[in-house]
């Protein structure tokens, strides 16, 4: 099962990857956010996929599941959401003041 949310991982890596080498902004957005669940699923499979009880002390149970991967995971994803809202603003600021989307534009070069 971990093999597989690695595959999976990668996958969105590498879409993410080839997203933020667009020319369009909110491609580069979109390709921000692909990465951003790319760590989260990276992040619980480094914490291994193991079924267990609650890491609530009790008697009788001898085997928890380890909360910090799903703490580090929230903690990602409110500061991808943090990062994403920065880059759709400064997007969006971008294409209102210059009226394009296009960063061969945007960097002064000549587009056909």
Do not use: W
């Not at 909110?26 to 499979?45: E, K, N, P, Q, V």
């Not at 002390?57 to 920065?86: K, M, N, Q, R």
């Amino acid at each position: 099962m971990e093999f597989i949310i690695c595959i999976l991982a990668g996958i969105l890596f590498a879409t993410g990857v080839y997203n933020i080498l667009q020319k369009q902004l909110l491609r580069i957005a979109i390709g921000t956010g692909l990465i951003s669940h790319a760590a989260h699923l990276f992040i619980l499979t480094m914490g291994k996929l193991k079924r267990g009880q609650p890491p609530i002390i009790l008697e009788g149970i001898t085997e928890y599941t380890d909360p910090l991967p799903h703490a580090l995971i929230l903690t990602s994803i409110v500061i991808s959401f943090g990062v994403t809202s920065v880059v759709l603003v400064l997007a969006y600021r971008t294409v209102n003041e210059n009226n394009t989307d296009n960063m061969e534009q945007l960097r002064g070069n000549e587009y056909e």
